[in-house]
């Protein structure tokens, strides 16, 4: 789980009600107090560790322009996170917790994995429900949903909602093959049509 909060400022801050309804990135971001031209804000989104030494992967719109960043473990440990860059165009950002012994962490899968009809699993923390795991396949491959120069996505039907943003996409030997990042909802919850970037973009 990857908590941040950050000051909003006008235009540089994203908000979901500037987004196509029917195509909405995982924007988790709720007020706290009362309206006015700056407020803080507070998001929670999903992230997963790629090496022993606590570097952390996760979305931009979940972790960038954050004035704190926590991230949670599975175990329940939690630490105060740097966030070492983001790219807006890719919608990525990385992220580095201090732990005292190394962390387990995962591997990304080849783009060769990334087959339409392969079976995949997302893994995340929707609805701030905790660590869940859901199941699909991938449904097509270089998916251009207008979010920037770097549309290539993968569509899958692994159900995701708000607060799987950054959360991985793994193929069946648990390699990540993408980050989930964004929904085609008409409704706001999953409807089967999710996206992630692809493990090559990712790295």
């Known amino acids: 789980v990857v908590t941040g909060g950050a000051e909003r400022e006008g235009p540089q801050g994203m908000d979901p009600e500037d987004l196509p309804p029917a195509l909405r990135r995982f924007f988790e971001q709720m007020p ?28 931009n719109h979940v972790a960038g322009g954050a004035s704190e960043v926590r991230v949670t473990l599975a175990d329940g440990r939690e630490f105060p996170a ?29 783009a060769s994995a990334i087959r339409v009809g392969a079976p995949v699993m997302a893994m995340g923390n929707p609805f701030g ?30 159900a995701i909602n708000p607060g799987n943003s950054g959360g991985p996409l793994f193929d069946m ?12 909802s008409p ?16 790295q």
């Open 173 to 184: 030997a648990g390699n990540v093959v993408g980050v989930n990042t964004a929904i085609l």
């Open 32 to 59: 706290r107090g009362q309206q006015q031209p700056q407020q803080r804000r507070m998001g929670q989104g999903s992230g997963f560790i790629i090496d022993a030494d606590g570097t952390i992967v996760t979305n």
């Open 129 to 158: 429900l905790g660590g869940t795991v859901t199941a699909g396949i991938i449904s097509a491959r270089g998916r251009d949903i207008g979010a920037g120069p770097a549309d290539e996505f993968i569509q899958h039907d692994a």
């Open 187 to 202: 409704s706001g919850g999953s409807v089967g049509i999710g996206f992630a970037i692809p493990s090559p973009v990712v």
């Open 82 to 110: 740097r966030v070492l860059g983001t790219d807006p165009r890719t919608d990525l950002a990385v992220l580095k917790i201090d732990a005292p012994q190394p962390l387990p962490f995962v591997t990304f899968a080849p």
